[in-house]
């Protein structure tokens, strides 16, 4: 009897599952999920996500019993867990989906040294992203490093299509498995309400937003409490949903679709493009983890310009992680982040540029703390986004392009339903209050502006050109 064992990380469900799909080939199938030592004691570990992570490992156990199979829970370093289910199982190959971070493929390559030396087969499957790391080059076959060019090779692309889904499995019935992991695994609490784990909910949030919003995706994207984005950034980030189904649906429903409605599914595309992208800029460079991408910008002199692992940041940064700056549209992001693990995309790029740019405090600061509270924390785009708005990383923006607090909440929340929403102190305020800063507090309790925007956003032109002009 063959035996496969299916090692699962973020491809959490069912339906086109490139790896459970070879797997199941087999005559009997044993996913596999192992609890990482590593993830405990991480800096990046974090309530929320992980949270979502339990409900998800629930309903997939579900969805695997339903079909036959049975989730197998381990625990501890990837090669050692993965060699002892191995001599207990006498499993043949082993089947999973690479992971686009670098700790993730770390811990491939390992497993993979220990197949070998047992003689079991190792099969790497596409997963996560529709082009992975040299499938999209310039045409001299070297990385991309600005955006625009790789999209339009992106484009060029043909996409693979979705797979079949599994009918039904076996599992050996007799394997040791842990219970399901709870937050009290990892030792974390949360009072968070997260969105709904599992393949199910993913596959509604996926046909709720199929079905309208993306129409007005282009017009309404920036609106942060209107519920016209696709709220899936956790989905795919867990692999509760095919990426190459979502493209497919995408492509399918922009053949029927008027001029209008076909470019904005397109500006909705565009996002998943900067998703892959980030990915081949941490394919290619994983050093950004650990610096700036842009030499020239290594020597800026930054707040807390420490690493966050090392110690906490400053009073500056423990104002903005709680959500008391003073600016109503950065606190009400800082409030929804710890409220639900989610921000809204237009409110992290203003928090982001916030903490960079008006307070100068290092990105890895924020870089980590986002990490620890997003459900759909992916290392590459959250690196990505954080270096964009630091104006370090690749193809970011231009150092002197500076969000103004007080207009980005003119455009974007006029009426003050977003900041009403979150901050609940200011109930009372009208929106037109929240649009330029105040000459006295808004409420009593609720903190004056930390800094002159004005004067915040000149000292840090003047950082830029001093520590630049240094490097050059």
């Known amino acids: 009897m063959s035996i496969a064992i299916h090692w699962l990380r973020r491809d959490l469900r069912i339906a086109d599952n490139t790896a459970l ?101 190792v099969h790497p499957h596409q997963d996560h992203a529709l082009h992975e790391r040299d499938e999209v080059l310039t045409g001299s076959g070297t990385p991309f490093r600005v955006f625009t060019p790789y999209a339009r090779a992106w484009l060029k692309l043909d996409k693979p299509a979705p797979s079949r889904t599994v009918t039904r499995l076996s599992t050996p019935p007799k394997l040791a498995s842990l219970d399901l992991p709870t937050l009290a695994t990892w030792g974390l ?18 046909g709720r937003f199929l079905d309208g919003p993306v129409f007005d995706y282009g017009t309404l994207r920036d609106i942060p409490l209107a519920e016209n984005t696709s709220r899936l950034s956790q989905d795919l980030r867990w692999g509760l949903l095919s990426i190459r189904e979502i493209h497919a649906r995408c492509t399918e429903l922009a053949a029927r679709a008027t001029a209008a409605q076909r470019k904005s599914i397109g500006i909705w595309i565009n996002e998943l493009i900067w998703r892959e992208f980030y990915f081949h800029v941490l394919w290619h460079t994983p050093a950004v983890l650990e610096h700036e991408f842009q030499p020239d910008t290594r ?36 409030r929804q982040l710890a409220a639900t693990g989610f921000m809204h995309n237009r409110v992290r790029m203003i928090v982001a540029m916030f903490l960079t740019k008006d307070l100068r405090v290092w990105w890895m600061h924020g870089e980590s703390w ?11 785009s959250n690196n990505g986004g954080w270096q964009w708005s630091a104006s370090t ?19 974007f929340d006029p009426d003050g339903d977003y900041i009403r929403r979150w901050v609940p102190e200011l109930r009372e305020v009208p929106g037109a209050r929240f649009c330029a800063p105040p000459d006295t507090a808004l409420v009593q309790g609720y903190p004056l502006p930390m800094v002159d925007h004005a004067q915040a956003r000149e000292a840090a032109l003047e950082m830029f050109r001093r520590d630049q002009t240094a490097t050059l």
């Open 370 to 380: 986002f990490m620890r509270r997003l459900v759909d924390g992916e290392i590459a």
């Open 393 to 411: 990383g690749t193809d970011a923006a231009p150092y002197f392009r500076i969000q103004n607090p007080w207009s980005q909440t003119k455009r």
């Open 21 to 121: 799909n070879a797997a199941a080939a087999h005559d009997q199938v044993v996913p596999v999920f192992i609890l990482s030592n590593w993830e405990r004691a991480h800096h990046w570990c974090g309530a929320a996500r992980q949270e979502f992570l339990c409900g998800c490992l629930a309903s997939l156990a579900k969805n695997l019993a339903a079909k036959g199979g049975r989730l197998i829970v381990r625990e501890g370093p990837a090669d050692l867990a993965m060699e002892k289910l191995v001599r207990e199982t006498g499993a043949a190959a082993i089947h999973f989906a690479r992971d686009p971070d670098p700790d993730g493929r770390a811990m491939e390559a390992r497993v993979t040294a220990m197949a070998e030396r047992l003689g079991v087969t």
């Open 189 to 206: 609490t949360s009072d968070a309400e997260v969105i709904e784990p599992g393949e199910a909910a993913a596959r509604q949030r996926l």
């Open 299 to 334: 020597a800026l002199q930054w707040r807390d310009h420490w690493r966050p692992e090392e110690r906490p940041g400053g009073a500056e940064f423990q104002r903005w992680c709680a959500g008391q700056t003073g600016f109503p549209i950065v606190d009400a992001g800082m």
